[in-house]
């Protein structure tokens, strides 16, 4: 079983939105820092944002900063990524990330945990 199990992905058009969301199903910690990552064809995975075990701290990428929202239900092993005024530029596969809660210091400057997600594909057409 895959320890990050993520969903939400699809195709939407520029302006629009989608909302990603992510389960961590491993039992390792009773929470987890998380965040997402996304990998456009031909370049390499990069940082979109990344959230703190209870959802009180989170960052983002400069690119997404003022359209994307990372957020948690509750304190725990959730996380959502609502992306808005979509850009096609955004089209990749986005990655959940996880690691145990002090972990979030590091996540947040783009340095993965331990945990991933398969991946889910986010295509914007124009």
């Known amino acids: 079983q895959e320890p990050l199990l993520e969903s939400g992905g699809g195709v939407a058009q520029v302006g629009g939105s989608l909302r990603l969301s992510c389960v961590a199903t491993?039992?390792?910690?009773?929470?987890?820092?998380m965040g997402w990552f996304r990998q456009a064809p031909g370049k390499d995975r990069e940082f979109v944002a990344a959230?703190?075990?209870?959802?009180?701290?989170?960052n983002y990428a400069d690119s997404v900063k003022g359209r994307f929202i990372i957020s948690r239900p509750e304190p725990g092993n959730t996380v959502f990524l609502q992306m808005n005024n979509l850009k096609p530029e955004d089209t990749a596969i986005y990655y959940c990330?996880?690691?145990?809660?002090?972990?979030?210091?590091?996540?947040?400057?783009?340095?993965?945990?331990?945990?991933w997600g398969q991946g889910t594909q986010v295509t914007v057409s124009s």
């Open positions: 959230s703190s075990w209870t959802g009180t701290f989170t």
């Open positions: 491993i039992r390792m910690y009773s929470s987890y820092a």
């Open positions: 990330n996880a690691d145990r809660p002090d972990h979030y210091d590091k996540l947040k400057d783009g340095l993965p945990g331990a945990y």
